[in-house]
T-cell receptor
Framework: NAGVTQTPKFRVLKTGQSMTLLCAQD?????MYWYRQDPGMGLRLIHY???????AKGEVPDGYNVSRLKKQNFLLGLESAAPSQTSVYFC???????????????FGPGTRLTVT | AQKVTQAQTEISVVEKEDVTLDCVYE???????LFWYKQPPSGELVFLIR??????QNEISGRYSWNFQKSTSSFNFTITASQVVDSAVYFC??????????????FGKGTRLHILP
C-alpha cells in the first residue's frame, strides 16, 4: 500500500517548456488535489477533482491544467512554464462518504520544480 | 472571505516545555471543517486532527490537545511536554463545502516550531 505517490521528485525546466506531473493513489479515494507550496505562503490549492472525469479550479489555477481520466490518477500540466511557477507541488487525496463532508487529506512526498 | 490566520510565524521552546499554536479562522458559513497538519523537516505532510463546526468538544491525543471555540473562531493546538521530534511546521486548515459552488480549502501560512534540546 503505497498511499499517494508523485512523479517526478525533482525537475528543472526552462521558461516556455511544458511538463506533466503525475499523482497516483491506491486508497480508492474519490477526491484528489494539487497544491503548490511557496516559502511563507502555506499551501495553495491549484485544482481539485471530486471524481473520475471531473475537475474544478482552486485558489491559484492560472497557468495549470489537470485531468482525471482514471480514478487513481490526477495529472497536473504546465503548458508553458514560467519562473513564477517555481515551487514545491503536493498532490493529495481524501475519502468521500458521498455527502458534502470533508475528510483528512493524504499527501504525496512532493515535487520540487525549478523554472529558469 | 475565508481566511486562516496563524499569527505565530516561528516559535522556539526548550524541550519538555508546553507550547500552544494559535489558529484563528474567518468564515460566513455554518458548516465547515478544521484540520491541523504537521510538516516535519523531511517535507511530507501528516494529518493530526479533524473537527467539524458542530463539534466543539476539545480533544486530547497523548501529548497533543486541541481547543475549538466557535465564539472566538479559534482552533488552538497545544503540545504538552514538548520533544525534539515535535520540531516541524504546523498548518491549520479550513474547508468549506457548498451546494452548487466550488469547495474552498484554505491553509494558514504555518507556524514553524523549534524544540531545543
Amino acid at each position: 500500500n503505497a498511499g499517494v505517490t508523485q512523479t517526478p521528485k525533482f525537475r528543472v525546466l526552462k521558461t516556455g517548456q511544458s511538463m506533466t506531473l503525475l499523482c497516483a493513489q491506491d486508497m480508492n479515494h474519490e477526491y484528489m488535489y494539487w497544491y503548490r507550496q511557496d516559502p511563507g505562503m502555506g499551501l495553495r490549492l491549484i485544482h481539485y477533482s471530486v471524481g473520475e472525469g471531473t475537475t474544478a479550479k482552486g485558489e491559484v489555477p492560472d497557468g495549470y491544467n489537470v485531468s482525471r481520466l482514471k480514478k487513481q490518477n490526477f495529472l497536473l500540466g504546465l503548458e508553458s512554464a514560467a519562473p513564477s511557477q517555481t515551487s514545491v507541488y503536493f498532490c493529495a487525496s481524501s475519502y468521500s462518504d458521498g455527502s458534502r463532508s470533508s475528510y483528512e487529506q493524504y499527501f504525496g512526498p512532493g515535487t520540487r520544480l525549478t523554472v529558469t | 472571505a475565508q481566511k486562516v490566520t496563524q499569527a505565530q510565524t516561528e516559535i522556539s521552546v526548550v524541550e519538555k516545555e508546553d507550547v500552544t499554536l494559535d489558529c484563528v479562522y474567518e468564515t460566513r458559513d455554518t458548516t465547515y471543517y478544521l484540520f491541523w497538519y504537521k510538516q516535519p523537516p523531511s517535507g511530507e505532510l501528516v494529518f493530526l486532527i479533524r473537527r467539524n463546526s458542530f463539534d466543539e468538544q476539545n480533544e486530547i491525543s497523548g501529548r497533543y490537545s486541541w481547543n475549538f471555540q466557535k465564539s472566538t473562531s479559534s482552533f488552538n493546538f497545544t503540545i504538552t511536554a514538548s520533544q525534539v521530534v515535535d520540531s516541524a511546521v504546523y498548518f491549520c486548515t479550513l474547508s468549506e463545502f457548498y451546494m452548487n459552488r466550488d469547495d474552498k480549502i484554505i491553509f494558514g501560512k504555518g507556524t514553524r516550531l523549534h524544540i531545543l534540546p
